[in-house]
């Protein structure tokens, strides 16, 4: 089970969009994966708990938390697999632990808990609750946004991650987080010399 949640090797660099729901990660996954020509990992977990949605009208149960995690790292496998050399993740397990936490009283899947603090990316990139909230079938929290965006930023202090936070409008974060980007690559490119 271990190895269908494990990232394989890659020497794609791999930036994630992480934070809480409607907060821009989709688009700004696909306008960076735009701007450097290369992939974005889709969020497993909306496709899934939509089709259950559809299907049944029922809401995300602990017991989806595990389908759910091996969807996301079958799709990043695979697409670190062609990417050029950058690879963006529209979600990641440390995710899916934060959602985990907050939905199940702290309790988190052992196997999520550990692979999840495992599994290595180069960069986070946290958006900020300052975009319009958009509601959808699956969307359910509204009221408590910033202490969602708080989950997720004490989530990236606790483990030490690298991250950089995403505020303003469209242009602006996809500006900086372009920036910080271009310096990671410079910085991996200068490494390697």
Same mark, same amino acid.
Request: hydrophobic letters at 35%.
């Given at each position: 089970?271990e190895?269908?949640?494990?990232?394989?090797? =890659?020497n =794609?660099i791999?930036?994630?969009? !992480?934070?809480?729901?409607?907060t821009?990660?989709? $688009?700004?996954s696909?306008e #960076?994966?735009?701007? &450097?020509?290369?992939?974005?990992?889709?969020?497993?977990?909306? *496709? &899934? +708990?939509?089709?259950?949605?559809?299907?049944?009208?029922?809401v995300?149960? &602990?017991?989806?938390?595990?389908? /759910?995690?091996?969807?996301?790292?079958?799709?990043?496998?695979?697409?670190?697999?062609? =990417?050029?050399?950058?690879?963006?993740?529209?979600?990641?397990?440390l995710? +899916?632990?934060?959602?985990?936490?907050?939905y &199940?009283?702290?309790?988190?899947?052992? /196997?999520i808990?550990?692979?999840? #603090?495992?599994?290595?990316?180069?960069?986070? +990139?946290?958006?900020? /609750?300052?975009t319009?909230?958009i509601?959808?079938?699956? @969307?359910?929290k509204p009221?408590? @946004?910033?202490e969602m !965006?708080?989950? !997720?930023?004490?989530?990236? *202090?606790?483990?030490?991650?690298?991250?950089? $936070?995403?505020?303003?409008?469209?242009? =602006?974060?996809l500006k900086?987080?372009?920036?910080?980007?271009d310096?990671? /690559?410079?910085?991996?490119s200068?490494?390697? @010399?």
């Amino acid at each position: 089970m271990e190895e269908k949640l494990r990232q394989q090797p =890659s020497n =794609s660099i791999k930036v994630v969009l !992480f934070g809480p729901e409607s907060t821009g990660k989709t $688009t700004l996954s696909k306008e #960076l994966a735009q701007h &450097y020509n290369t992939l974005w990992v889709p969020e497993y977990m909306r *496709e &899934y +708990l939509q089709e259950k949605w559809d299907a049944s009208k029922q809401v995300c149960t &602990y017991d989806d938390l595990l389908p /759910i995690a091996i969807g996301q790292m079958k799709l990043e496998n695979e697409l670190a697999k062609t =990417s050029n050399k950058i690879l963006f993740c529209d979600t990641n397990l440390l995710e +899916l632990k934060v959602y985990s936490e907050v939905y &199940y009283e702290g309790v988190v899947p052992e /196997i999520i808990n550990k692979i999840s #603090l495992e599994n290595v990316y180069d960069l986070y +990139l946290l958006t900020y /609750i300052d975009t319009p909230w958009i509601p959808d079938d699956l @969307r359910d929290k509204p009221q408590e @946004r910033e202490e969602m !965006f708080m989950r !997720f930023q004490e989530s990236l *202090e606790q483990y030490n991650l690298p991250y950089i $936070t995403l505020k303003g409008d469209k242009k =602006s974060r996809l500006k900086k987080a372009i920036t910080s980007i271009d310096l990671l /690559i410079k910085k991996k490119s200068e490494y390697k @010399r």
